[in-house]
């Protein structure tokens, strides 16, 4: 099974401030990596996929680079409704499953 | 418009079973893999299970093997997902989800509806 990893845990910024998230693979999936933001109450929403691609609606402050077994997730400028919990998810074998990291807490500074 | 709706949430003994639905609208749900996908309360998120199209593949995570069983019906829109052997540890809320085009990530997601096992 691939284990996916996400540092840090929490991520404290200031509204206005850029915000880099990563992701790493406990071996290479390729660029078969999604984005996830979920808020509290809320299902996930889907942010990139193929690693870098964004998905329909996605503003463009929100960017998702890397390949093989380390990714980055990056929001240019956080909005106040940015503050959130963000996963990353990779599909490199799927079928027939996948697998998510821990998640990474973006919280206010 | 996408919509998911899940159904048949609530509080089960461990050992108990029960079958949660999702009604699916707004495209062709007969096109496209669909999958269930839980959240252990403050926990992170978790893929339970993927069915083909037509039905003829089934996946599931290891851990619920042998007493989960998803299953469809194209002809009323519906996923299904019988839990059987229910245990603490699946405690959580079940969510319906759709991909873009194939089923390895999701874009359309429902509301959920939780699951709790408790005695």
């Known amino acids: 099974e691939i284990v996916m990893t996400q540092s840090p845990a929490t991520l404290s910024v200031s509204p206005g401030e850029r915000a880099t998230l990563s992701c790493r693979a406990s071996?290479?999936?390729?660029?078969?990596l999604a984005w996830y933001q979920q808020k509290p109450g809320q299902a996930p929403r889907l942010l990139i996929y193929?690693?870098?691609t964004r998905a329909t609606g996605i503003p463009a402050r929100f960017s998702g680079s890397g390949s093989g077994t380390e990714f980055t997730l990056t929001i240019s400028s956080l909005q106040s409704e940015d503050f959130a919990v963000y996963y990353c998810?990779?599909?490199?074998?799927?079928?027939?499953?996948?697998?998510f990291g821990p998640g990474t807490k973006v919280d206010i500074k | 418009e996408v919509q998911l709706v899940e159904s048949g949430g609530g509080l089960v003994q461990p050992g108990g079973s029960l079958r949660l639905s999702c009604a699916a609208s707004?495209?062709?749900?007969?096109?496209?893999?669909m999958s269930w996908v839980r959240q252990a309360p403050g926990k992170g998120l978790e893929w339970v299970a993927n069915?083909?199209?037509?039905?003829?593949?089934?996946y599931y995570v290891d851990s619920v093997k042998g007493r989960f069983t998803i299953s469809r019906d194209n002809a009323k829109n519906s996923l299904y997902l019988q839990m059987n052997s229910l245990r603490a540890e699946d405690t959580a809320v079940y969510y319906c989800?759709?991909?873009?085009?194939?089923?390895?990530?999701?874009?359309?997601w429902g509301q959920g509806t939780l699951v709790t096992v408790s005695s």
């Open positions: 989800a759709r991909g873009i085009s194939s089923g390895s990530y999701w874009a359309y």
């Open positions: 707004g495209f062709t749900f007969s096109s496209y893999w």
């Open positions: 069915i083909k199209q037509d039905g003829s593949e089934k």
């Open positions: 071996q290479s999936v390729s660029s078969n």
């Open positions: 193929g690693a870098s």
């Open positions: 998810q990779q599909y490199n074998n799927w079928p027939p499953g996948v697998t």
